[in-house]
C-alpha cells in the first residue's frame, strides 16, 4: 500500500523557518513528480511547490524566494524548507506524489503548520 508521510510541522513564530519532510513507500520514487499543496481554513487547496524526477522545480509567487522544495531519491523522501514564515503561510501542507508514467496520484495526510506570534 502507497503511503506518504509528512512530519515536520508545528508552531512557528513570525519570520521563523520549518523544514518539512514526507517520507514515502511503496512507489518508485524517482519516477514521480513531487509536491506540496496546502490548504487554510476556509480555502481551496493550493499548490506551493512541484519538483519533477529531473528537479525542475515551480513555486507559488507567494512563497517564491522564501520556500525551497527538494527531494532525495536514495531516501525516497521530499523536502519543503520553508524560511521567513509569515502568518498567511498557516495551513494543512500536503505532500503529493504524481506518477510521470501512469495514473499514479498520491496524497499525504497532512501536516499542520501555524505560524503565530
Known amino acids: 500500500q502507497v503511503q506518504l508521510v509528512e512530519s515536520g510541522g508545528g508552531l512557528v513564530q513570525p519570520g521563523g523557518s520549518l523544514r518539512l519532510s514526507c517520507a514515502t513507500s511503496?512507489?518508485?520514487?524517482?519516477?514521480?513528480?513531487m509536491g506540496w499543496y496546502r490548504q487554510a481554513p476556509g480555502k481551496q487547496r493550493e499548490l506551493v511547490a512541484v519538483?519533477?524526477?529531473?528537479?525542475?522545480?515551480n513555486y507559488a509567487d507567494s512563497v517564491k524566494g522564501r520556500f525551497s522544495i527538494s527531494r532525495d531519491n536514495t531516501k525516497n523522501t521530499l523536502y519543503l524548507q520553508m524560511n521567513s514564515l509569515k502568518s498567511e503561510d498557516t495551513a494543512v501542507y500536503y505532500c503529493?506524489?504524481?506518477?510521470?508514467?501512469?495514473?499514479?496520484?498520491?496524497w499525504g495526510q497532512g501536516t499542520q503548520v501555524t505560524v503565530s506570534s
Open positions: 503529493n506524489a504524481k506518477s510521470e508514467w501512469s495514473r499514479g496520484d498520491y
Open positions: 511503496k512507489i518508485i520514487f524517482n519516477t514521480y513528480t
Open positions: 519538483i519533477s524526477s529531473g528537479g525542475s522545480t
